[in-house]
């Protein structure tokens, strides 16, 4: 529990009084509230600091993981990385657990949306290293599942969710659910 209340103490922490702008070079995705936001953070598995939960090297990609700003030691969410496909940022960040990186993106700040610490990254480096673009989700996941390969949106093919589909249904709700819905809606 001390844990959760730390991390919502931080959450909370009003980013205002930073501009962590200077220096980036994150493209617009004309979203609300983005701000362009490079910043340096330790990678890490985000369940592990708030339940002392700690599989080996961040779960090997299967955890969501976190940016803990160097400046103000704040909790920030990685949520996308550069892709416009629906794809998150941790397979990007994963490499990179237990690191200190350079990040550059776009943060989403916004007290009306109740939006704190969201972050989309777009470039990843350590300090000796070069910039690389954080947009390997999709490359990932082919090499993952050679079996999915076909035309069209990864997620349609990738076989967890047909299986998860298949047993839950497309609401989540149970196969009976999903017949009573399209029979009434289509």
């Not at 330790?42 to 700003?69: A, E, M, S």
């Not at 892709?83 to 657990?97: I, K």
Request: charged fraction near 25%; aromatic fraction near 8%; glycine fraction near 8%.
């Amino acid at each position: 529990m001390k844990h959760l209340i730390a991390l919502l103490a931080l959450a909370a922490s009003p980013l205002a009084a930073q501009d962590f702008s200077e220096g980036s070079e994150a493209k617009s995705w004309n979203l609300y509230a983005e701000i362009p936001a490079t910043f340096e953070a330790k990678v890490v598995d985000v369940l592990c600091n708030l339940t002392g939960n700690c599989p080996n090297n961040c779960g090997d990609g299967t955890r969501q993981l976190g940016l803990i700003r160097t400046e103000d030691n704040v909790m920030v969410l990685p949520l996308k990385n550069n892709q416009p496909a629906f794809t998150g940022a941790a397979t990007d960040l994963a490499p990179y657990c237990g690191q200190t990186v350079q990040v550059d993106g776009l943060l989403i700040e916004d007290e009306d949306l109740n939006a704190s610490n969201i972050y989309l990254v777009q470039r990843i480096k350590t300090a000796a290293g070069e910039w690389s673009k954080a947009s390997q989700a999709t490359k990932v996941w082919a090499k993952q599942f050679p079996e999915a390969k076909g035309k069209g949106a990864w997620f349609r093919r990738d076989p967890r969710i047909k299986e998860i589909i298949g047993r839950e249904g497309y609401l989540g709700l149970g196969l009976d659910a999903d017949a009573a819905f399209i029979e009434e809606n289509f």
